[in-house]
């Protein structure tokens, strides 16, 4: 079966850091383009990270730009997300799907990320 | 980048259609095929329900359909059913690798 599984949210004081991990399984993650996306309580989805197959090329929203770093393993099939200089407005529920010519077909249940004091 | 534009909500009696716009820009959907639709499901993973403008992946039923015209697409659902009830995205590709969603449009059924 092809998942997804993320792992690493928790509760987190504004200014802190964690990391996401996201395993892959049931398909080979080196042959595909990678994403993180975001829901915050009640609202719609934001498209916050991606990554090539190979790692050669990344791009971060605005919102997230110099405080999160995306990154993959492909030996292990794993994509993490490295957050930090939390902020409250992180809140949410962090998904990697993946990244099948533009569409994400298949998505992760999510880990959800509080920021909070 | 904006988000795209959707409506709030649209409703509709079992067995109709509704149709939802997505407006967007020429760099974004008005540039590129890759506008792509999720259904969720309230507390539920997004699903992706049509790609590539009118492309319905295995299992989502045909009484979806996608299509574009000029900087606006559209996700119509014909022969409404009650579990149709859900929030949809749409999702366009505006260069650059980004990814831009629309705000989220709640369909309910009557």
């Known amino acids: 079966e092809v998942q997804l599984v993320e792992s690493g949210g928790g509760l987190v004081q504004p200014g802190g850091s964690l990391r996401l991990s996201c395993a892959a399984s049931?398909?080979?993650?080196?042959?595909?383009?990678m994403n993180w996306v975001r829901q915050a309580p009640g609202k719609g989805l934001e498209c916050i990270s991606y990554i090539s197959s190979s790692s050669g090329t990344i791009y971060y929203a605005d919102s997230v730009k110099g405080r999160f770093t995306i990154s993959r393993d492909n030996a292990k099939d794993s994509l993490y997300l490295q957050m930090n200089s939390l902020r409250a407005e992180d809140t949410a529920i962090y998904y990697c799907a993946r990244d099948n010519y533009k569409s994400l077909d298949v998505w992760g249940k999510g880990t959800m990320v509080t920021v909070s004091s | 980048q904006s988000a795209l534009t959707q409506p709030r909500s649209v409703s509709g009696s079992p067995g109709q259609s509704v149709t939802i716009s997505c407006a967007g820009t020429s760099g974004d959907i008005g540039a590129y095929t890759y506008l792509s639709w999720y259904q969720q499901h309230p507390g539920k993973v997004p699903k992706l329900m049509i790609y590539?403008?009118?492309k319905r992946p295995s299992g989502v039923p045909d009484r979806f359909s996608g299509s574009k015209s000029g900087n606006t697409a559209s996700l119509t659902i014909s022969g409404l059913q009650a579990e149709d009830e859900a929030d949809y995205y749409c999702?366009?590709?505006?260069?650059?690798?980004?990814?831009?969603f629309g705000g989220g449009t709640t369909v309910t059924v009557l």
């Open positions: 590539h403008v009118n």
């Open positions: 049931g398909f080979t993650l080196s042959s595909y383009e």
């Open positions: 999702c366009s590709y505006a260069g650059s690798y980004t990814m831009l």
